[in-house]
């Protein structure tokens, strides 16, 4: 028989209320056996409870019953609303669990409202996003994937390719072929419809990712060019030091700064040139180069009251070569208000900016914002996918809906593509949750916290 669980849904520590949750098919009698026996719960209904330890009264606590299946994990529920005071919550939990709950493991609530059908993976990786989401963008994201959008497109696709798989598969019962055969134009139409829609969605992979860890700046630039100043004028405090000389900045120094609700980091680097001072410069600028690799955008600072060197010049190609998208950054224009610079190219955006008086920082983050968002408008919908496990499976299903495309053009025979579609209704299937391996589920509920 299905256990009992019992744990905390709010975070440990004093707080004003404080919500433990039983879930279970004894949590209604466990419940009774910690208040009067003539209390009754009408089902989701807040009730007043005086709960007993032994001869004591523990807590007047609020308490609510919510018979299966209308429930969060769609077996009899209860929630206690208490004081929110350690002692309380940890005694409660003792209680119960002498009652005969047993300690939730972490996502266990999530993880049996799944097995009831209450919520497929996707919506559960939304929850957990949701959850754990430190700014606006990656709470609407999260919102999106739970309240089951994301997974509402997967459904389409899954029903338009399972429709084709069973015309297939008629046919390829059909020994005596009397059945029309499908034209190939009507097979291939169906397809590329599906490869546009799971191009659409991978391509919003990057963005999803952005919102949810956070859109990686690097800020690069030969020495004292300002790119310390440039962080510290961007997060507003002195976040890494600031001095005349060149090769101040030696580590890579990071922090996050907020732009309309989206996350940017920030990553400060050494300068480059062409000699170091010494082996902490030398990787210093390693550390640069590797910050600039694993960014998503870079912020290449120049420094308008000098003449370019000939290392910003090289550095300046490398990131064109790698195709790294950048802003270039001109700054001091305070010192130089007629500068002009002569790198030319693929800039997405020049923006002129005085760290020293803030001229040009409300642009420079209007281009950083214009970045993040430019891509998630062109998804109209805004549905996005934004962790890895369902970006490979998109990439996946197009992969193999593409090779049935190959097959189909080179008249290989309805078997050959229909193992492709079926295998790309597997990739979709595993990513809605249907023929999902246990090991896929415990990565997913484990990442959890408590008592959800
Ligand atoms: N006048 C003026 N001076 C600036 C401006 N931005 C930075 N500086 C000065 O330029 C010098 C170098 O600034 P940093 O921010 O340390 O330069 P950096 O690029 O981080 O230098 P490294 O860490 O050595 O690579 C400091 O003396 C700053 O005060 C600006 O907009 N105007
Ligand atoms: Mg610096």
Redesign the pocket.
Known sequence: MQTTIVAPATAAGQSAVALVRLSGPESLSILRKLTQADKVFPPRQQVFCRLKDGETVLDEALVTYFPAPRSFTGEDVVEFALHGSPYIRGRLLELLCQAGAVAAARGEFSYRAFLNGKMDLLEAQGLCDLISAGNKAAHDLALSSLDGRLSEKFTHMKTALSELLAQIEVRLDDVDEEMTPLADEYVASLLQTQINALTKLADTFSVGKFIKEGLKTAIV??????????LNALVGFDR??????????RDTVEEALDIAGHKIILT?T??IREHALDPAEQEGMKRSLRAMEKADLVIF?TDLTRELTAQEKNLWQDIEKENKPVILVL?????APQGHCSLDGKALKTVY?????GDGLETLKKEILAFVSAPQLAQEDGVMISNLRQYEAVLHAQTELESAMVQLKYQTGLELYAEHIRAALAALKDLIGEVTPDDVLGIIFSKFCMGK
């Open positions: 630039g030969a020495p004292n060019c300002g790119k310390s100043s440039l890494a030091i600031v001095a005349d000389q060149s090769g101040t900045t400060d050494a300068g600072v700054n001091k224009t305070d010192q900016v005085s760290c020293k008086n």
